[in-house]
Each structure stands twice: as structure tokens, then as C-alpha cells.
């Protein structure tokens, strides 16, 4: 048995991972100053305990030293362990300096994080040039893959499917998923030109005009990408898409964009959102039933 404490905003998925292992949810206040300095106090007794901390990451600046003064606190009160459950996990982009001078952001963070954690738990990491999550973070990782859900999803509700990722990167991935859905699948080819704008290309569509396709990308901000290709779909003839995203870090004008433009537009609640529809509660908590054993 463990104890979860819920950083503002992952109250729900606290509650959630609690009674899915049989757990308790201890209580964390966390509030600012009128300075903007933050605020944070355990309420509940932690010792010689495994203890969780579930925040969402996808603000990571705003979050980041409450997350931390709540683990240091947690540690000097005597837990046993502290692991960190974040269904989104950022600065995995910056991979590499690609101009000189530049932060190599996922190293900095991940280090940062090692000091405070035992472990990691994530639901798919958004990885480039990383083989693994273990290759930037020195603790102990757990991945988290949503794959099979979204396919089975599709399998169960999409006629005569066609997964299709936005670039090769994403290969795996869509495969994955077209897998779990036992349906073909393709990616597009990328090139992006700015932050928020990308270019999409295709082979041949011809052979897929009679499927349906489902577009899906692990993270959708500006949008560009999913939009960008569910226009690429249209134009070569197949049907308006559904949209799969898994972490949702657009705004609310992104996300009617490309509901405007799809059959359906669906995505995890590793972000909560109106979109929001695919749970990962059950499957982190099928991630922590080795350790609370």
C-alpha cells in the first residue's frame, strides 16, 4: 500500500490510482503567497511510507518548486520513498543543442528530478533521439503505453480503419496501435518550418480511399500538425478523420480547430480537457501493482 499525494489539478487522478490499489490519499495544501512565492504544507503522516506525488506536468515551469518543495518536505519527514507519477512528462523536445549556447533542456530536467525522486512513472514519453527515458534519467523509470487502448478503441467503434501517424518518428507507435486495432496503417512525412508551423507530404493515398482513417499523434499544442494533416486526408480523397491525440496542450480555440475538421477528435486525460475520453488511471495503476505488492 502506498499514499498519493495530488499536486492542484491531479486531484481526480489521485483518487483514482488510491482505489484502483487499495491505497490511501494523503492531504497536501499548496497555495501562493501574494508575491507569487508558493506555499506548501503535508497535512498527512508519512513516515517509513511509500509515498507518490501525481502532478501533471504540462505547465512545467508554473508547477515545477511546488512539486519540488512538496517532495523535499515529504523526504525529511521521514518517507520511505518517493516516486513521481506524471502522466505528461516535458522538456524531452530539447534533445541536443542544436545551436551553440543552447540548454539541453531534457538532461537539466531530468536531473533536477532525479534529485528529489526515487523513480518515475510517465505515460508515453515523448522520446527522438532518446532510445529510452533511461538514457536522460539517471533514477529508475516506468513507461506507460496507451497504444493498445486507443486500439482496442478503434477496433471497437471505427469500420474498416486506417491509422495514420504524422511522420516517421511516430512509426512505432501507429503500428502499436494498428496492431491492437488489427488494421493497416501509414505515416506522412514531416518538415517543420517554425513552432507552429509544419509541412506534411504523402506517398500515394489511392490504395486506402475506401478506409477510414484515424489520425493520431502523442502531442497536440499549436495544432499544426493534426490539422495540417486531416487537410491532407481530404484532399486526397478519403473521408474527414477521427483524431486521436494522447497528451492535450492546446487551448480551447486549437481544439475546435481540429474538432471543426474531424469526425471525431479524441485524446487522454493525461491533460483533462472537454476531449478528454481514454483513462490512464487503470493503466498506471497495472504499472504499480509490482511495487505495492
Known amino acids: 500500500m502506498a499514499a498519493f499525494f495530488a499536486l492542484?489539478?491531479?486531484?481526480?487522478?489521485?483518487?483514482?490510482?488510491?482505489?484502483?490499489?487499495?491505497?490511501?490519499?494523503?492531504a497536501l495544501e499548496v497555495r501562493h503567497f501574494p508575491d507569487g512565492e508558493s506555499y506548501v504544507r503535508v497535512r498527512s503522516e508519512v513516515a517509513k511510507q511509500d509515498v507518490f506525488l501525481v502532478c501533471g506536468l504540462d505547465s512545467p515551469d508554473a508547477k515545477?518548486?511546488?512539486?519540488?518543495?512538496?517532495?523535499?518536505?515529504i523526504r525529511s519527514r521521514g518517507a520511505r520513498s518517493i516516486g513521481l507519477i506524471a502522466p505528461y512528462l516535458p522538456y524531452l523536445r530539447q534533445d541536443k543543442a542544436f545551436h551553440e549556447g543552447e540548454a539541453?533542456?531534457?538532461?537539466?530536467?531530468?536531473?533536477?528530478?532525479?534529485?528529489?525522486f526515487d523513480r518515475v512513472?510517465?505515460?508515453d514519453p515523448h522520446l527522438h533521439r532518446y532510445a529510452s527515458l533511461d538514457a536522460v534519467y539517471g533514477i529508475p523509470t516506468r513507461v506507460v503505453r496507451s497504444a493498445e487502448l486507443i486500439g482496442e478503441w478503434v477496433s471497437e467503434?471505427?469500420?474498416?480503419?486506417?491509422?495514420?501517424?504524422?511522420?516517421?518518428?511516430?512509426?512505432?507507435?501507429?503500428?502499436?496501435?494498428a496492431h491492437a486495432a488489427d488494421a493497416p496503417?501509414?505515416?506522412f512525412r514531416k518538415e517543420r518550418r517554425g513552432d507552429r508551423e509544419v509541412q506534411l507530404a504523402a506517398q500515394s493515398l489511392e490504395e486506402w480511399r475506401d478506409l477510414m482513417p484515424v489520425l493520431v499523434d502523442d502531442i497536440v499544442s499549436s495544432g499544426a500538425t493534426m490539422v495540417e494533416g486531416a487537410k491532407l486526408l481530404r484532399t486526397a480523397g478519403l473521408q474527414s478523420p477521427y483524431c486521436v491525440a494522447v497528451h492535450a496542450l492546446f487551448?480551447?480555440?486549437?481544439?475546435?480547430r481540429i474538432e471543426s475538421l474531424t469526425r471525431k477528435f479524441l485524446t487522454t486525460d493525461t491533460v483533462p480537457n472537454k476531449y478528454s475520453h481514454f483513462r490512464v488511471a487503470?493503466?498506471?495503476?497495472?504499472?504499480?501493482?509490482?511495487?505495492?505488492a
Open 64 to 73: 515545477f518548486l511546488s512539486l519540488a518543495f512538496a517532495a523535499r518536505t
Open 185 to 187: 496503417w501509414t505515416t
Open 104 to 116: 539541453i533542456a531534457s538532461k537539466i530536467f531530468a536531473d533536477l528530478l532525479g534529485h528529489e
Open 157 to 177: 467503434n471505427v469500420d474498416s480503419a486506417l491509422i495514420v501517424g504524422p511522420d516517421s518518428e511516430s512509426a512505432q507507435w501507429v503500428e502499436e496501435i
Open 8 to 26: 492542484p489539478g491531479s486531484e481526480a487522478l489521485a483518487i483514482d490510482l488510491a482505489e484502483l490499489t487499495a491505497s490511501t490519499c494523503g
Open 251 to 256: 487551448d480551447d480555440a486549437t481544439g475546435a
Open 121 to 123: 512513472i510517465t505515460v
Open 282 to 292: 487503470p493503466l498506471i495503476a497495472g504499472q504499480l501493482s509490482s511495487d505495492l
